[in-house]
């Protein structure tokens, strides 16, 4: 099992920035493919990046392209969502995922393990 707690969500003006993190318990972080997704109230959960232990990054395409960096940190058990330049298009439940595979997948149905969310409000 793998627990997942997110924290650095909150409100924040257009413009702005917010870093998250995610820290994991459980298994060894260093083979662990973490994610991060995003739910806007009455929307899908979608994907925003991905990074696989074995190296490598993915993010979605046009969404957040140049604008969230995802990074992990092994010593720290942590992998963190860098968002800068928020929009209030960008309102939303934010939840970090992990899967055991190498792929940096980007289906919620690749995931096996979930953390709780942590809300970010940009306001304008």
């Known amino acids: 099992q793998v627990q997942l707690v997110e924290s650095g969500g909150g409100l924040v003006q257009a413009g702005g920035s917010l870093r998250l993190s995610c820290a994991a318990s459980?298994?060894?972080?260093?083979?662990?493919?973490m994610g991060w997704f995003r739910q806007a109230p009455g929307k899908e959960r979608e994907f925003i990046a991905a990074?696989?232990?074995?190296?490598?990054?993915?993010y979605a395409p046009d969404s957040v392209k140049g604008q969230f960096t995802i990074a992990r940190d092994n010593a720290k058990n942590t992998v963190y969502l860098q968002m800068n330049s928020l929009k209030p298009d960008d309102t939303a439940a934010y939840y970090c995922?992990?899967?055991?595979?190498?792929?940096?997948?980007?289906?919620?149905?690749?995931?096996?393990?979930w953390g709780q969310g942590t809300q970010v409000t940009v306001s304008s």
């Open positions: 990074n696989s232990w074995t190296g490598g990054s993915k």
């Open positions: 995922a992990a899967r055991g595979g190498t792929y940096a997948a980007s289906a919620t149905s690749d995931y096996d393990y």
């Open positions: 459980g298994r060894p972080f260093s083979r662990l493919t």
